[in-house]
């Protein structure tokens, strides 16, 4: 499917904790420009590893990760220019506006030429009314900061962007824009690797998406391939083999 | 990257209603401290000079130079206001009629016995208890609350440097705390010539070094507050490593200091050493009784003679007497002050590893109150005595101290004297250059204090996990 080398590249990608934890055993993916990967799996399956391997937060135990070419553990702070992150809780300074904030993590990340009017447009379109823009963060709703997250990766503008559940705490509506809203993105040709709990979003949007559990990724299947599939029961038919083995 | 980091620190704490009620709060407790310092000052300086005005009245009721009971007086210093030091509990008033030592009388804490239990409320107290305290309150969440509150995993998911970070961080944080404390100590100093506390070029200069060691130790525990909140993970673990931090600095290493320094060096009582001289004083008399006893004049018709004659051996014995007391005393004197200096020494070294402590020693050294003043202040007064001894001896013809005897024939040929030839005595302050190396030792301490708390600071932030 790809053409060109892939963007976010993870290649034998293993972390090990003290006493013996595996967090992520041997993982291979790839996302290629234009692509959105959704990772699925249950609670400490190695999700949110894997986003920290991706952004060096975290060295890796064996293997590496890849972002545009750059080994994240070798270059971090290379690295990090082609990758904007959005957790699955945003946290930004509750003394500073929306605005504000914007600005500051924009600058951060390198950007310096963006304009006030720029900051409030690109809050339009993550939805975050108007009245709210120059507001200070402390009084804001969870859903409301996890939009300015997603507003920071955009004006990031990088190559790669990572969402570690970005929807949980979104409302059904913010939920809908933010789907459209990343498939404009894929469409603007970024690399989207996304982790969510979310099946149903995941394969409506998804070019791709792989199952972890228990720090391995045991399906890994195209939007194409799972056309005619219920990705549910595939989903909770990994999920058992998990229960089976915890049992 | 480094100044959009900056000016973010920057705003952070100006923004915060809670800094800036602190902030408040600190700033009235280092004005109260110039309040209450010119107010002391303003008292010291009364009693000094009712002090003086009733030694003159004493001494104008005399009538024989043998009768003046001279004393000097130890003048209080304006710099005391900022910084009291050994000031309060030093003697301020010496006499000098006395064949044995010079003794100082009369300290400040020794008259106000409540000033002595709550110690003083200076500048000094403020910058090395309050203002440090001020200091961990504002830092010990600085990094490991970011982390908490979340906004450090995605600052660094962008191309930060840690070093940068970091740095940004203790510039910031010590930028917002440090021009604004400045300013409010301009206006405390401010006040001084306002309530007519007159400062000389000399004094303008050692506050200005007193200010900057009193900066330089406030930065120190702002970068330790920081360094610390870099390493432990979470803020309440790191508030209370700063607090047991901040009482041993503060409060245990000093104390121990003098503790341990009086336990190693073996300093012998003063009361002791003039118990000692008084035995051999004693002594040496009961020797020279037999000669008093066994007295003959050569004639004795002439009874105003023989007396005279007396009064010849008897001044020619105790001469001889208070010379080998004089050796005896410069001896003992000697092995004290070595023994003293000894310990002062060991002291101050120990008490080096608490940077507070060596901001107290510099201070004091800058306010003419250190641990040198009780010394200074007893030589100048010896210095004196000797100037006054021999002016009295030129208007009497004989010396000082010991016993006089004056037949007064009759009230018709009462003398007076003019106790305004009396020559003046003035202390004499030594200037700033006479305390350099002392200061400069000082300040070189809190700076590298200050310097390890930046590298504990940035090593340790290098390794810490930031999610
Ligand atoms: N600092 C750590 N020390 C030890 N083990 C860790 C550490 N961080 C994560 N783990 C372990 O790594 C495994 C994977 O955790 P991870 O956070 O990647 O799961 P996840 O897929 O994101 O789960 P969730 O859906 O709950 O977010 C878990 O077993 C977790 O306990
Ligand atoms: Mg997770």
């Keep these: 499917m790809q053409t060109t080398s892939p963007v976010l590249e993870a290649i034998n990608l293993t972390k090990t904790y003290d006493y013996h934890v595996t967090a992520l055993d041997n993982l291979n993916l790839s996302v290629g420009r234009g692509e959105i990967y959704s990772l699925l799996g249950g609670n400490g399956a190695g999700k949110t590893t894997t986003m920290n391997l991706f952004l060096n937060f975290i060295e890796p135990s064996s293997g590496k990760a890849i972002v545009n070419g750059v080994v994240t553990h070798e270059e971090p702070i290379k690295a990090k220019q082609y990758v904007a992150f959005v957790s699955e809780n945003v946290q930004l300074y509750g003394q500073f506006t929306a605005v504000q904030n914007l600005d500051f993590f924009t600058r951060i990340g390198g950007n310096t030429h963006y304009t006030q009017r720029d900051y409030e447009q690109v809050l339009l379109r993550v939805g975050l009314q108007k009245e709210a823009h120059h507001r200070k963060l402390s009084g804001f709703s969870k859903g409301m900061r996890q939009k300015c997250g997603i507003a920071i990766a955009i004006l990031k503008n990088t190559p790669a962007i990572l969402l570690d559940e970005p929807t949980s705490g979104l409302d059904p509506k913010a939920g809908n824009e933010f789907s459209r809203l990343l498939a404009e993105l894929r469409d603007e040709g970024k690399a989207i690797l996304m982790s969510t709990h979310d099946i149903f979003r995941a394969k409506e949007i998804s070019d791709t998406v792989g199952i972890m559990n228990q720090g391995k990724l045991v399906m890994q299947k195209s939007a194409e391939e799972l056309k005619g599939e219920n990705l549910e029961s595939l989903y909770l038919h990994f999920m058992a083999g998990y229960m089976e083995e915890t049992a | 990257m480094f100044s959009t980091l900056y000016q973010k620190e920057l705003k952070t704490l100006l923004y915060s209603t809670q800094f800036v009620i602190s902030f408040a709060i600190m700033s009235i407790l280092v004005l109260m401290a110039f309040a209450v310092g010119i107010q002391n000052y303003r008292n010291a300086r009364t009693q000094y000079e009712s002090g003086l005005a009733e030694h003159k009245t004493q001494m104008e009721q005399n009538r024989y130079w043998q009768m003046v009971d001279q004393k000097v007086f130890l003048p209080p210093d304006p710099l005391s206001v900022l910084v009291s030091g050994v000031s309060n509990d030093v003697g301020r008033k010496v006499s000098l009629r006395t064949s044995g030592d010079l003794v100082a009388e009369d300290s400040r804490y020794g008259d106000n016995t409540l000033l002595a239990i709550f110690r003083s409320f200076d500048l000094e107290f403020m910058f090395s208890v309050i203002l440090t305290l001020f200091a961990i309150v504002f830092t010990y969440n600085a990094v490991n609350g970011e982390r908490e509150q979340g906004t450090l995993s995605l600052l660094f998911s962008n191309s930060v440097p840690r070093t940068t970070y ?221 100037l006054f001894d021999s002016f009295i001896s030129e208007k009497t013809g004989s010396k000082t101290g010991g016993m006089v005897m004056i037949f007064e024939t009759s009230d018709s040929e009462r003398p007076t004297i003019d106790i305004s030839e009396i020559p003046v005595y003035t202390f004499q302050r030594s200037n700033v250059g006479s305390v350099f190396s002392k200061v400069a030792f000082g300040l070189g301490i809190l700076t590298v204090f200050n310097a390890l708390a930046f590298v504990i600071a940035a090593v340790g932030f290098a390794k810490t996990d930031i999610r």
């Design chain 2, 166 to 386: 970091i740095l940004a961080k203790m510039t910031g944080v010590l930028t917002a705390l440090i021009l604004p404390l400045l300013v409010v100590i301009l206006v405390g100093l401010l006040l001084l010539p306002i309530f007519g506390i007159s400062l000389n070029g000399d004094d303008w200069e050692r506050l200005g070094l007193i200010i900057l060691a009193g900066l330089l130790h406030f930065s120190f525990f702002v970068l330790i507050g920081i360094a610390v909140s870099a390493v432990v993970r979470s803020s309440s673990a790191s508030f209370l490593t700063l607090l047991v931090f901040w009482i041993f600095s503060v409060f245990i290493v000093p104390r121990a200091a003098v503790l341990i320094a009086g336990r190693a060096v073996d300093v012998p009582n003063s009361d002791e050493i003039t118990a000692q001289k008084s035995r051999y004083r004693i002594q040496l008399f009961e020797e020279d009784r037999d000669k008093m006893s066994s007295f003959q004049p050569s004639q004795t018709k002439d009874m105003q003679a023989a007396m005279g004659e007396f009064q010849k051996m008897m001044s020619g014995l105790s001469e001889e007497r208070q010379k080998k007391v004089s050796v005896l005393s410069q001896k003992l004197d000697e092995n004290l002050m070595n023994r003293e200096r000894v310990r002062d020494k060991v002291a101050s070294m120990i008490a080096q590893l608490s940077p507070t402590a060596a901001f107290t020693f510099t201070v004091a050294d800058l306010a003419h109150a250190g641990l040198g003043l009780p010394k200074t202040f007893l030589s100048s007064a010896k210095e004196y005595k000797n």
